[in-house]
């Protein structure tokens, strides 16, 4: 298998991914869908308004935060890392 695969569904992805990272990357509905399923989240946050309709959803109780990194300051940039609770 490439390096690079992509799936039509989430169930096809699991089946066929053998690497020890796997990540979903969107879009909203497929975050909802697969939130209660992955092991982690990589969440980058932009603190400034933008108009749209979609959002990440809100973050289980089941995640706990492991990291923060700022990579910017105007906008503020910052990448959080979750991990679910054991």
Do not use: C
Request: charged share 30%; net charge negative; aromatic share 14%.
């Amino acid at each position: 298998m490439r390096g690079d695969s992509f799936f039509t569904s989430f169930e096809e992805a699991v089946k066929n991914v053998k690497t020890e990272n796997a990540y979903v990357i969107g879009g909203a509905e497929l975050y909802r869908q697969t939130i209660d399923q992955v092991d982690g989240i990589s969440l980058t946050r932009i603190h400034a308004d933008y108009e749209g309709d979609a959002f990440y959803p809100e973050t289980p109780l089941f995640f706990k935060e492991k990291s923060r990194k700022v990579l910017q300051e105007n906008p503020k940039i910052e990448v959080i890392f979750y991990e679910r609770k054991l």
